[in-house]
């Protein structure tokens, strides 16, 4: 284990962590990063995107954010590179060595300072001295799956070098099926090769070369559109506009539907079936390389990791997952980085010891996204389902796209240090500090109206001067829509409505400029932030330590790589960093002789200044909340009770809530200033309980091999995906309690050199959604990302 940058044994480290060997993840199934979750108390993963960019949550710290200019709270790392682009995180989950989970702020001794935690991928690396080896893996399963690996190394140069070169792949034809097309969505095409050296410089310095080359190529996810438009407001009107022009009375409905007349429900698809005329490739490609060296010294050792990543990603998405063409996006953005990282690590013999480091990173991104809205014409009966949105109805009828263009570049340093004083042989303090710099600059910002067919119509950003940060002022009656005539009425009797105000009813109409590819104005924000962590550990007993402390993290802060429509002044522009406190109370404990371990953790976060995205109709913009609480628990048991018999068990509990957070409620279309106070609403990705078990068991002991069985299960209480839980129209942007089990069963050889394994994963087919977005307000329906359904499969591997 290397959570704190020298090797050590997980239960020797005051952190709350949990280690897996390659062996572990093999037994559990792990295919990519979603599964990381299934085994780690306190963790949620969801990938709305698919595997290749999956979204963490540790402790109910989460990123809610979908913009792919948005860095996580939870730090990535392969072999101590750090992987900012969150499309890249599930890239690198191939020929593992091992991986780690590190639960709390990171604020210390890793190269960007996360909030959340640290997910640590080791990958393998040969030895200077092995023998030439080679190990192929290869399996099939539901869906036409296809998947594998194949490693070949050894020593090339007696005592001097040694090299690995790795390739995996993994295929499927996708598990939602599309009703308008012979291709299935929700496809996984991944191919990577690691080519990875060691070089013995000489009796001090070791050179390790690790180059990364890997891609994914396949249909975008599938989503599900959940219509919340109610035709029951008024069904008399409902059925008169249904008869008119203007109105897809032909669709069938079940008394709901979007905004252009669709309703998913009537057309009895089930959970995995789609009607999608947009959805098209998934593409991300990563080139990365990471040159570590190491000179090792009677009392230091020095650690220089240099890297550099080139990565790209595009994706066409149908987000409305209908036939019709409400809301299809175009993502793509482009991602180079580098960073060195130089650290000096202490083998005094006495009581004291430390970590020291100087870090420099810098990332730049060049984003373009095209949003295309209503190419179908909305459904006349909107005016029943969402009166307020009636005065939208004429600018939506050819509203085109918008083209979002967006550059930043960013910067950050830090020097760092962490103290370690035993001062005695059971007492142990760890004190550590850490000075950053981060700063980034919005190079350009371009935010235009184009035709369907890409003909330039204007521009907003720049350009706007209207003073409405909307795409257009709908046809309105002092702030309210043409329908909402209840509302006027009784405005006007009781003086709340104003000859000023309804003066204001003629400012309707687009609020872009003339069209231009300028930039808006360049924008910097510079942050200087002093993090670390303070802890006291004591060993009880040779098998027993109990430890404390504090540590204080943050997430630098970013701009906006949301759509809106007028310059903004920087305040508005920019999301501030993020603040979390932390305090941990745990124990770790190995008894029975080593048979059994047990350990635990209480902790307490005070969160300020979470980042997260909020939509609002047809915009959407990244913003601070004012504070929230974590409490918790957590405990991960394991125990031998027989040679044949093992068992693990973990347990994870949040009680969360947002102390200050107000939002705007997009029930009320016409009124952007109107308000919600969400105070006392739980955490995104936060359910209470979370809890797992895994029970492996030898079923055949023979001279010439064994047959063991690997059970497992996780399970998730009920969980919200929106800050707005039940308020504002959200109360379906959650997920119920919900348990998946899977299963392994493996003939190994004797010498261990072969394997044949059956395996499943959510054997009893359970349904969930992994994420969720509330879109009524905008487009008149919630958006969902279903979870995988049941797959089986079978696998093999061999050995020499």
């Known amino acids: 284990m290397t959570a704190q940058k020298r090797a050590a044994s997980t239960q020797d480290t005051p952190i709350a962590i949990t280690g897996m060997t390659a062996d572990s993840l093999e037994k559990f199934g792990f295919s990519n990063a979603n599964d990381i979750s299934a085994q780690v108390p306190n963790m949620q993963v969801s990938g709305p995107y698919g595997d290749v960019q999956p979204i963490f949550s540790i402790r109910g710290i989460s990123m809610s954010d979908y913009s792919s200019n948005q860095a996580s709270p939870v730090g990535v790392y392969t072999d101590e590179m750090y992987m900012g682009a969150t499309y890249t995180h599930g890239m690198n989950f191939f020929d593992v060595e091992r991986l780690e989970v590190l639960r709390g702020p990171q604020g210390t001794l890793y190269g960007k300072n996360t909030t959340g935690g640290a997910i640590n991928i080791i990958t393998k690396s040969p030895q200077v001295g092995d023998e030439l080896a080679i190990n192929v893996k290869a399996g099939a399963g539901s869906y036409g799956l296809t998947k594998g690996e194949a490693g070949i190394e050894g020593t090339l140069i007696d005592n001097k070098l040694a090299a690995r070169l790795a390739y995996a792949w993994n295929r499927n034809d996708g598990y939602m099926e599309n009703q308008l097309s012979d291709t299935n969505l929700s496809q996984t095409d991944f191919q990577g090769l690691r080519l990875t050296t060691e070089w013995l410089v000489n009796d001090y310095w070791t050179s390790t070369l690790k180059v990364t080359v890997a891609g994914n190529d396949s249909m975008a996810n599938g989503s599900r559109n959940e219509p919340r438009g109610n035709l029951n407001n008024d069904p008399e009107r409902s059925e008169a506009l249904g008869a008119g022009p203007g109105a897809y009375s ?224 709908p046809v309105n009656f002092a702030g309210y829509g043409p329908m909402e005539t209840d509302f006027i009425v009784a405005g006007l009797a009781n003086g709340d409505i104003t000859a000023e105000d309804l003066a204001t009813t003629g400012q309707t109409g687009y609020t872009h400029g003339p069209y231009t590819t300028d930039s808006a104005p360049q924008l910097r924000a510079t942050e200087k932030e002093w993090t670390g962590k303070l802890s006291v ?240 307000a905008g487009f008149g329906f919630d958006y969902f990302q279903p979870g995988a359904p049941r797959m089986v499969g079978v696998e093999a591997s061999y050995s020499w």
């Open 250 to 473: 032909d669709q069938p409905n079940n008394g709901y539907i979007d905004n252009t007349g669709y309703s998913r429900p009537a057309n009895n698809l089930d959970r995995h079936e789609v009607q999608d005329n947009f959805t098209g490739a998934l593409v991300v490609n990563t080139d990365q390389l990471i040159l570590t060296n190491v000179r090792q010294g009677e009392r230091f050792d020095f650690t220089s990791v240099t890297a550099f990543s080139d990565a790209d990603y595009r994706q066409k998405q149908n987000v409305d997952g209908s036939p019709q063409e409400l809301l299809e996006i175009r993502w793509s953005v482009a991602t180079e980085a580098f960073s060195q990282d130089f650290r000096w690590a202490s083998n005094f013999t006495g009581p004291v010891n430390f970590i020291a480091g100087l870090y420099y990173a810098t990332e730049e991104q060049d984003m373009h996204n095209n949003y295309e809205l209503y190419k179908t014409p909305p459904d006349t009966r909107v005016s029943v389902t969402y009166p307020g949105a009636t005065g939208f109805y004429p600018y939506l009828l050819d509203f085109g796209s918008i083209d979002q263009k967006m550059i930043t570049d960013k910067l950050s340093y830090a020097a760092y240090t962490q103290l370690r004083f035993d001062l005695s042989e059971r007492l142990g303090v760890d004190f550590g500090l850490r000075y950053t710099v981060d700063q980034i600059d919005l190079e350009y910002l371009n935010i235009s109206r184009l035709a369907y067919d890409g003909t330039p119509r204007g521009t907003y950003v720049p350009g706007n001067e209207t003073g409405h940060d909307e795409p257009f002022v």
């Open 537 to 776: 550990d004591y060993l009880i007993s040779e098998d027993l330590m109990i430890y404390g402390g504090y540590s204080r993290g943050y997430r630098s802060g970013n701009f906006n790589g949301g759509v809106y429509y007028e310059v903004r002044d920087f305040e508005d522009a920019y999301a501030s960093p993020e603040y979390l406190d932390a305090y941990e109370l745990g124990m770790k404990y190995d008894f029975l002789e080593g048979a059994a371990r047990l350990n635990a953790a209480l902790f307490y976060y005070d969160y300020t200044n979470q980042q997260f995205i909020n939509v609002v109709g047809v915009s959407n913009f990244l913003e601070n909340a004012g504070g929230s609480k974590v409490a918790g628990a957590e405990a991960e048991f394991m125990m031998a009770f027989s040679e044949r018999l093992m068992m693990q068990l973990s347990l994870g509990l949040l009680d969360t809530e947002y102390t200050e957070l107000t939002l705007s409620d997009t029930q009320t279309l016409n009124n952007p200033d109107d308000t919600i106070d969400l105070s006392g609403n739980e955490l995104i990705s936060a359910p209470k309980v979370n809890a797992s078990v895994s029970i492996d068991y030898d079923l055949l002991n023979t001279s010439v091999g064994y047959l063991t069985l690997n059970l497992n299960a996780n399970y998730q209480s009920e969980q919200w995906y929106s800050a707005y839980n039940d308020d504002g129209g959200y109360e379906h942007i959650r997920q119920d309690a919900y348990a998946l089990y899977n299963g392994r069963l493996t003939w190994r050889g004797a010498d261990e050199n072969y394997s044949v394994s059956i395996w499943g994963k959510n054997l009893t087919d359970q349904e969930y959604d992994a994420y969720a977005i509330n879109l009524q």
